[in-house]
């Protein structure tokens, strides 16, 4: 008789980038079983030693002392460098899971994905919204839902402002409705506006789906309040969720008539916190080499969905002869980014 299998061997994951959202991938991975925290590596190499420290691990002098020394890598760096470094790293022998937006342009979206094509490894892409437990407890209930409202605003901070609104914020919207009605878009509307930055900090889509389906989706860097819910309506009913309470309710028609009966059901969420639930399922795609959920070709849909929805603003923009914001394929603002490893 065979003696029994031991535990399943450690995932050593190493951290790119020590921003915050490096910061919160390396505290989560120190939660998650199985997880060995492999180390930290960023240009900024006090900062590097500083969150390594932190998390009780290694600072990495150099992107190259990954390889061998780490499984897996979370890439945290700012999004003009993530198809410089994801295709380094993809190309050493590494798994990754790259931020959003994957990366600068659909050009470099492609040469990460013929990355990972190439070196047979695991590409996800950092929709952390994709793991969210409303989002979660709503997908065993759609029944072609045929218009849907989205709110997603937030107060003005200095994070993520290399980016218009739409790559930094309004790109989950976009992942969620595309994985939800799993149509295509057939038409963008959208407008937005340069508020605090010179790029779009508040924008507007409306986006028509090939079955009919119509969404409408605002983003705000600079509200004076927090919101991030999304409603939507389907046959006979209506569901709300709300990404930061991470719940949602339905509520459908028990009896129709003049004098109509409604019923409230809160949907079953699993009490999880999104990057946990994400970055878990990465390690997991790691460890058994099956296809993310949010892989790269979601990723790149994503993104061409969001160039979508930018070249629209800028369409309106020069009708109505307002500047700001980024082109339609983004490598203007983009080009002049310091490129530092931090995010």
């Known amino acids: 008789m065979s003696a029994a299998a031991g535990p399943p061997k450690k995932i050593r994951v190493a951290v790119a980038g020590t921003g915050e959202f490096g910061r919160n991938h390396a505290r989560v991975y120190r939660e998650i079983e199985g997880v060995e925290l492999a180390g930290i590596y960023d240009l900024d190499s006090n900062r590097a030693a500083a969150v390594a420290a932190e998390f009780h691990t290694r600072a990495f002098a150099s992107l190259e002392d990954l390889r061998g020394s780490a499984d897996a890598v ?5 999004t003009v460098s ?13 798994d990754i899971l790259v931020e959003k937006p994957m990366a600068v342009n659909l050009a470099e979206a492609d040469a990460l994905l013929a990355a990972a094509k190439r070196s047979g490894r695991i590409l996800q ?13 709503v997908e065993p209930i759609l029944n072609r839902p045929l218009f849907f409202e989205v709110h997603r605003l937030g107060v003005f901070t200095a994070r993520s402002l290399d980016v218009d609104v739409i790559y930094d914020l309004m790109i989950h919207d976009l992942d969620i409705l595309l994985a939800l009605v799993k149509e295509a878009v057939t ?9 605090l930055t010179d790029k779009v900090d508040i924008a507007h889509a409306r986006l028509e789906f ?18 991030r819910k999304m409603r939507f309506f389907q046959q006979h009913e209506y569901i709300s969720l709300d990404y930061a309470r ?5 509520v459908g028609v028990k009896k129709a008539g003049p004098q109509p009966e409604f019923g409230f059901e809160k949907l079953n969420a699993p009490a999880v916190e999104p990057l946990h639930a994400e970055l878990a399922a990465f390690v997991d795609a790691v460890r058994t080499r099956e296809e993310p959920r949010t892989n790269g070709a979601a990723g790149r849909a994503a993104l061409e969905l969001a160039s979508r929805v930018m070249a629209s603003i800028q369409e309106h923009a020069a009708r109505v ?6 082109g339609t394929a983004g490598e203007e603002a983009f080009a002049s980014q310091d490129k530092t490893t931090t995010r």
């Open 74 to 78: 979370s890439v945290s760096v700012p």
């Open 246 to 250: 991470r719940d949602a309710l339905r």
């Open 125 to 137: 892409v950092g929709h952390v919204e994709r793991f969210n437990p409303a989002v979660i407890a």
């Open 187 to 195: 038409e963008v509307k959208a407008v937005g506006i340069p508020v």
């Open 210 to 227: 090939a079955g009919g389906a119509v969404a409408n989706v605002t983003a705000s860097r600079v509200s004076t309040e927090r919101v």
């Open 321 to 326: 002869n307002v500047s700001g914001g980024r």
């Open 82 to 94: 993530h198809a410089e470094v994801g295709c380094r790293l993809l190309e050493m022998g590494l």
